[in-house]
């Protein structure tokens, strides 16, 4: 079974400018997080979406959004971008909530890098 | 509020020997769930081993095994008959109680960088 994707796998923006990234779970699973994973550091939690719905957010500024769509599939979206986002953006996904516990499983992340 | 706290930027181990990599963690919550990721240069995360903090045993997976001490809010990872392919950075995690909202998060270490010398 294919594992978390997501795309590009590079992208290069200008600072002000917008991004949309994208992540596919893993089949049957229902619920995908976002992280931001800046150079030398461990990743930051930014969202998490289960069943379509925004079930948690990270201490993030509302230029980043994001939103699942009905097949799970998942973007993130980044406006006015800054030369502080370039990073590496981490997807992870997951079964479901509730379970005893909630093993994630990541994508290989997507480095965006602004200039 | 919640923590993890890993203190060794790098380390090094020969290959075949067993190195351990030092994880603490602050949490109030009387449950969470431990984790460790492994992370090559290609950047993705690759889970290793959970503990539960209800857990009675240490957890083993394979060669990984977690070096739990609940009183010590410590969660070691201990990687034994250590291999080139072990070369990464290694990110200890704690999974947050569930939020008002219902949901979990994860909150991770600042990593430690292991190089397995042939």
């Known amino acids: 079974d294919a594992g978390v994707t997501q795309s590009p796998t590079h992208l290069i923006k200008t600072r002000g400018q917008q991004v949309t990234l994208r992540c596919s779970p893993i089949?049957?699973?229902?619920?995908v997080s976002w992280y931001q994973q800046v150079l030398g550091q461990g990743p930051q939690f930014i969202f998490q979406?289960?069943?379509?719905?925004?079930?948690g957010r990270g201490n993030f500024p509302d230029r980043f959004s994001a939103r699942q769509f009905p097949n799970y599939s998942s973007e993130l979206n980044v406006n006015a971008l800054l030369l502080g986002d370039s990073a590496l953006y981490l997807c992870?996904?997951?079964?479901?909530?509730?379970?005893?516990?909630?093993?994630?499983?990541f994508g290989p992340g997507t480095r965006l890098t602004v200039l | 509020a919640q923590k993890i706290t890993q203190t060794q930027p790098g380390m090094f181990v020969q290959e075949k020997e067993a190195v351990t990599l030092d994880c603490t963690y602050d949490?109030?919550?009387?449950?969470?769930?431990l984790f460790w990721y492994k992370q090559p240069s290609s950047g993705e995360m690759i889970f290793l081993i959970y503990?539960?903090?209800?857990?009675?045993q240490n957890a083993t997976e394979g060669r990984y095994s977690l070096n739990f001490q609940k009183a010590r809010k410590s969660a070691n990872l201990v990687i034994s008959a250590s291999q080139l392919g072990d070369s990464a950075m290694y990110f200890c995690?704690?999974?947050?109680?569930?939020?008002?909202?219902?949901?979990?998060?994860?909150?991770f270490g600042t990593g430690t960088r292991l190089k397995v010398l042939a």
């Open positions: 995690a704690m999974r947050e109680a569930r939020t008002t909202s219902g949901t979990y998060k994860y909150i």
């Open positions: 979406y289960y069943e379509k719905e925004e079930r």
């Open positions: 089949s049957g699973h229902k619920s």
């Open positions: 992870a996904s997951s079964l479901r909530e509730g379970v005893k516990y909630n093993e994630q499983f």
């Open positions: 503990q539960g903090s209800y857990d009675q």
């Open positions: 949490t109030s919550d009387p449950s969470y769930g």
